[in-house]
């Protein structure tokens, strides 16, 4: 009966084509919100090129990257090349200026582990977060934007996924699960590693596009407007992406074992890069490497008790794909 079941479901799968599409077009951002977000990072860059004229602001996060939802903060990176430069004081010095200019709800978090300021635009109703000098966020941004030019699959599984995580309560770093960024890094990878493959690995390709931060080298080749039909090879669909994802974390990923890499479009073992034993926070339960970073395991914020919670959605999610009749509506049900 199980069998029959499956074959049933297999069959079916492509019936979810239609709804699923229907859930990634209501979540894209409008074009008038876009131009809001233009219309607040045109003022912020008046404001903060009069009090430091060489400095520039750069989007990035989700409102550039070609993965945000509508209705998404906005961040920001102020650029400053300035030899001491003190980040507390500068953030305390932003909170001042846009205050003076009736921004609202005016924040500077200068502990947090990402410094910023924070503030509303009380005409646009956009919320924006600035950080200093964060050159790498604004690389990987743009990383993750050309990869979604490729293959048109990509941004729908990571809107899918996301939106899936935020519903589910898995979005939530601070509470031990994983962040946007690692979602879609996660779908990226995913799409590498179909066979035939729907994504190329970019950082193993010629270069054209590099540079130094922090003594970190970033190179890949970016001119992915020739690499449109790379992925036309493989003919499937966006429900069938979404249930062999949810396969692959609940049941074929080798936890113990298995890095993610979309730097190197394959899986490394956690032994090649001695992420086998815990030291400090880093406990390494889901491993998923940073493309630029590469000491850096976006999963480090796992722990024991997060690591359960997340494979059990992984498995919940799975299970519904495969057999609940209408799974469009039961993913997505808040927890
Ligand atoms: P959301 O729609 O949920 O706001 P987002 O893409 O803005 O999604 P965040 O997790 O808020 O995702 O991260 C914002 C940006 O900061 C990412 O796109 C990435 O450039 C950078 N970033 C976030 N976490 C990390 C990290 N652990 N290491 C390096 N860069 C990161
Ligand atoms: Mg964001």
Redesign the pocket.
């Given at each position: 009966r199980i069998l029959k079941r499956q074959m049933l479901c297999r069959n079916d799968i492509d019936r979810l084509n239609a709804p699923f599409l229907a859930i990634y077009d209501s979540l894209i951002p409008a074009e008038e919100e876009k131009a809001k977000q233009k219309q607040l990072l045109t003022l912020l860059e008046k404001l903060v090129c009069k009090e430091w004229p060489k400095a520039r602001l750069y989007l990035?996060?989700?409102?550039?990257?070609s993965?945000?939802?509508s209705k998404?903060?906005i961040?920001v990176c102020l650029a400053i090349e300035d030899a001491d430069i003190n980040k507390s004081e500068i953030l305390l010095r932003l909170a001042d200026i846009f205050q003076s200019d009736n921004l609202q709800n005016v924040q500077a978090l200068t502990r947090a582990r990402?410094p910023i300021v924070k503030l509303m635009d009380p005409v646009t109703g956009i919320s924006c977060d600035i950080c200093i000098n964060?050159i790498?966020?604004?690389?990987?941004?743009k990383l993750?934007r050309d990869y979604a030019q490729i293959d048109a699959r990509l941004r729908q599984l990571a809107f899918i996924v996301?939106h899936w995580a935020?519903s589910r309560g898995v979005?939530e770093?601070y509470q031990g699960t994983l962040?946007?960024?690692?979602y879609?890094l996660m779908c990226i990878h995913f799409l590498q590693q179909r066979r035939p493959a729907i994504l190329p690995c970019l950082q193993e390709m010629e270069t054209t596009y590099s540079a130094t931060v922090d003594d970190i080298e970033c190179a890949f080749f970016d001119q992915v407007e020739v690499l449109r039909n790379f992925g036309s090879c493989n003919k499937e669909t966006i429900s069938q992406l979404v249930w062999a994802f949810f396969n692959y974390w609940a049941y074929r990923h080798d936890y113990a074992n298995s890095v993610i890499s979309v730097r190197t479009g394959s899986i490394l073992s956690k032994h090649a890069k001695d992420w086998t034993r815990r030291i400090g926070n880093d406990r390494h339960l889901i491993c998923i490497e940073?493309p630029?970073?590469t000491s850096?395991d976006?999963g480090?914020?796992v722990d024991k008790h997060s690591i359960k919670v997340l494979r059990e959605e992984f498995e919940r999610a799975a299970y519904i794909m495969q057999y609940d009749p209408n799974p469009c509506v039961k993913l997505f049900e808040p927890y």
């Amino acid at each position: 009966r199980i069998l029959k079941r499956q074959m049933l479901c297999r069959n079916d799968i492509d019936r979810l084509n239609a709804p699923f599409l229907a859930i990634y077009d209501s979540l894209i951002p409008a074009e008038e919100e876009k131009a809001k977000q233009k219309q607040l990072l045109t003022l912020l860059e008046k404001l903060v090129c009069k009090e430091w004229p060489k400095a520039r602001l750069y989007l990035y996060g989700s409102c550039a990257n070609s993965f945000g939802v509508s209705k998404s903060d906005i961040d920001v990176c102020l650029a400053i090349e300035d030899a001491d430069i003190n980040k507390s004081e500068i953030l305390l010095r932003l909170a001042d200026i846009f205050q003076s200019d009736n921004l609202q709800n005016v924040q500077a978090l200068t502990r947090a582990r990402v410094p910023i300021v924070k503030l509303m635009d009380p005409v646009t109703g956009i919320s924006c977060d600035i950080c200093i000098n964060n050159i790498l966020a604004v690389i990987n941004t743009k990383l993750l934007r050309d990869y979604a030019q490729i293959d048109a699959r990509l941004r729908q599984l990571a809107f899918i996924v996301k939106h899936w995580a935020k519903s589910r309560g898995v979005n939530e770093t601070y509470q031990g699960t994983l962040s946007s960024y690692a979602y879609v890094l996660m779908c990226i990878h995913f799409l590498q590693q179909r066979r035939p493959a729907i994504l190329p690995c970019l950082q193993e390709m010629e270069t054209t596009y590099s540079a130094t931060v922090d003594d970190i080298e970033c190179a890949f080749f970016d001119q992915v407007e020739v690499l449109r039909n790379f992925g036309s090879c493989n003919k499937e669909t966006i429900s069938q992406l979404v249930w062999a994802f949810f396969n692959y974390w609940a049941y074929r990923h080798d936890y113990a074992n298995s890095v993610i890499s979309v730097r190197t479009g394959s899986i490394l073992s956690k032994h090649a890069k001695d992420w086998t034993r815990r030291i400090g926070n880093d406990r390494h339960l889901i491993c998923i490497e940073d493309p630029f970073q590469t000491s850096h395991d976006l999963g480090r914020v796992v722990d024991k008790h997060s690591i359960k919670v997340l494979r059990e959605e992984f498995e919940r999610a799975a299970y519904i794909m495969q057999y609940d009749p209408n799974p469009c509506v039961k993913l997505f049900e808040p927890y």
